[in-house]
């Protein structure tokens, strides 16, 4: 009897340990997540590259679990009893538990120190810190309070401030030392960027990536950044983009365990 591909998928080496359905059921809820519809059950099938039985097989069952549930309209979104499992395990961890994590894919992905940091007034204050097995590199350390327009978490979280209420910290210390007319025009740059670079900036030989997070009502609460030596973070443009991209995925997750919907956050 001729064997189909999808029965060869089902037969995934032991040392593995692969579910193949679950990888399917995986598959559909990210599509369905991204906005994908399951009106048109073969087209689900080929954006997620299983048949169009596999595809009525994998929705009944996420309906049977409440995982998946169907639109009057037609079509499925993501179920409530899904919703609130989720819910419970986002609210069994606070911010701090969730940075750990986060920070720790940042340092393994880089190899650089990662850091979690929010705004206190004018200063930046460091609230987490994960480092490489190489030893340190920076010496900032958790508890460490700086001016925050003197390092990137700092300036990012600076740039997604209300209007009224960045005003209200550049007229303050340690902010009104600094000049404000450049101040603004750098923080206007990063929050362009979405992320803010210091090359040897604030720590010399150390180069610096911060991107900012956001809460569920689309306010900064906090900032991700990394620090390493120059000749190896940002020291040529692919590492740069990398160090950008690994820093704002981060950041973008963590503001997505927190509730955030969108990042940025319009306006």
């Known amino acids: ?17 692969l579910v193949s ?4 059921a995986f598959r559909l809820l990210r599509y369905v997540v991204e906005g994908g519809s399951t009106s048109n059950l073969s087209e689900v099938g080929r954006s997620i590259d299983v048949n169009r039985v596999t595809v009525m097989r994998l929705i009944a069952t996420l309906e049977h679990e409440g995982v998946l549930e169907p639109l009057p309209q037609g079509g499925h979104r993501i179920g409530l009893a899904f919703l609130k499992l989720a819910t419970a395990a986002t609210a069994a961890n606070d911010m701090l538990d969730l ?4 920070l720790s894919t940042v340092r393994s992905r880089l190899n650089a120190s990662a850091y979690l940091a929010t705004l206190d007034g004018g200063h930046v204050v460091y609230m987490l810190r994960d480092m490489p097995e190489a030893g340190l590199v920076s010496n900032i350390k958790v508890g460490s309070r700086v001016a925050a327009h003197l390092t990137t978490p700092g300036r990012v979280l600076l ?10 910290l550049l007229s303050g210390e340690p ?3 600094a000049d404000a007319r450049k101040l603004k025009a750098q923080i206007t740059a ?3 960027r979405i992320c803010a670079w210091s090359f ?6 150390i180069n610096s990536c911060a991107a900012p997070v956001f809460g569920p009502l689309g306010d900064v609460t ?6 390493g030596p120059e000749n190896a973070l940002g020291a040529g443009e692919d590492s740069r983009a990398l160090a950008e991209r690994v820093v704002i995925e981060a950041a973008r997750d963590l503001s997505s365990l927190l509730g955030c919907r969108t990042y940025p956050p319009a306006g």
């Open 1 to 17: 009897m001729p064997r189909t591909a999808e029965a060869l998928d089902d037969e995934t080496p032991a040392k593995t340990q």
């Open 21 to 24: 359905p679950v990888q399917r």
């Open 99 to 102: 940075g750990r994590r986060v």
């Open 159 to 168: 740039a997604w401030q209300p209007k009224a209420a960045l005003e209200v």
């Open 175 to 177: 902010l009104a030392a």
């Open 190 to 192: 990063d929050r362009e």
């Open 200 to 205: 040897s900036g604030f720590e010399q030989g």
């Open 222 to 227: 906090a900032a991700i950044s990394v620090a």
